[in-house]
């Protein structure tokens, strides 16, 4: 406990560690399909994240220019439509914005809600700011802020995302805890001076065996816990 002591601020990653954006993009191509047997749907999902991964890979090299996550999944979308043999535009501009409509894991809502009455909360997310509010809204997250990296026109784990938070927050980033579910964002996080801590998600990026965070939980209730000593309101 003594190692979170002097945190002022905590900072939370969006995807993947507060919402289920596997699971509700899973939703969206079933929806868009027709098809339910999961594995044919696993495949699309799969497709659609490799796609988009690789697209915001190349825009942090520079091989292409900034775009947004909804201009990804637009094209990840026509991408799985195609493959799906899915051809209706009403159909295809729907799964388009499946990255709106993701379930929060079953801690999220109050997790972040008690952890709000402690400390200022951040989300600090590689969404766009239409998708994000989308995001927030729909998952029923309640922030003291939110920040998109498309403010940025840079994708995490880019240093100036981060810059973002530390900004916000107004202390030094030691004093500030990132929290994810995926170890490339907490590395990110370490590289600009940040606390981190891992929460493990289904979705999620494990640490590695050389990867040294500060925290790691099963579950945000836990982080929860720590951070508040365990004390409701």
């Known amino acids: 406990m003594a190692a ?11 995807l993947g560690t507060m919402v289920d ?3 509700g993009l899973r939703s969206a191509v079933r929806e868009a ?12 999902v799969a497709l659609w994240r490799r796609y988009r991964e690789q697209e915001q890979e190349r825009v942090r090299r520079g091989h292409r220019p900034y775009a947004g996550t909804e201009v990804l999944d637009a094209e990840a979308a026509r991408l799985v439509a195609r493959h799906a043999g899915v051809s209706d535009p009403g159909t295809v501009a729907r799964l388009a914005t499946a990255g709106r409509r993701l379930p929060p894991w079953d801690d999220s809502v109050t ?7 402690r400390f200022p909360v951040i989300g600090l997310s590689n969404a766009g700011r239409t998708a994000l509010l989308h995001v927030n809204a729909h998952a029923g997250l309640r922030w003291h802020q939110t920040l998109s990296a498309e403010t940025a026109a840079a994708y995490k784990p880019a240093p ?23 170890a490339w964002d907490l590395r990110g996080a370490q590289s600009a001076g940040m606390r981190t801590a891992y929460v493990h998600r289904p979705a999620g990026d494990s640490p590695t065996g050389s990867d040294d965070f500060d925290l790691r939980f099963d579950g945000l209730g836990r982080l929860v816990d720590a951070l508040t000593g365990g004390q409701v309101a």
Request: proline share 5%; glycine share 8%.
């Open 4 to 14: 979170i002591r002097d945190i002022e601020v905590v900072v939370f990653d969006v």
């Open 21 to 23: 954006e596997p699971g």
């Open 33 to 44: 399909t027709g098809r339910s047997e999961a594995t044919a749907a696993d495949e699309f």
């Open 111 to 117: 997790g972040l809600e008690r952890l709000a009455r």
């Open 160 to 182: 100036e995302v981060y810059r973002l938070a530390l900004d916000s927050a107004g202390c030094p980033p030691q004093r500030v805890l990132m929290v994810a579910a995926h």
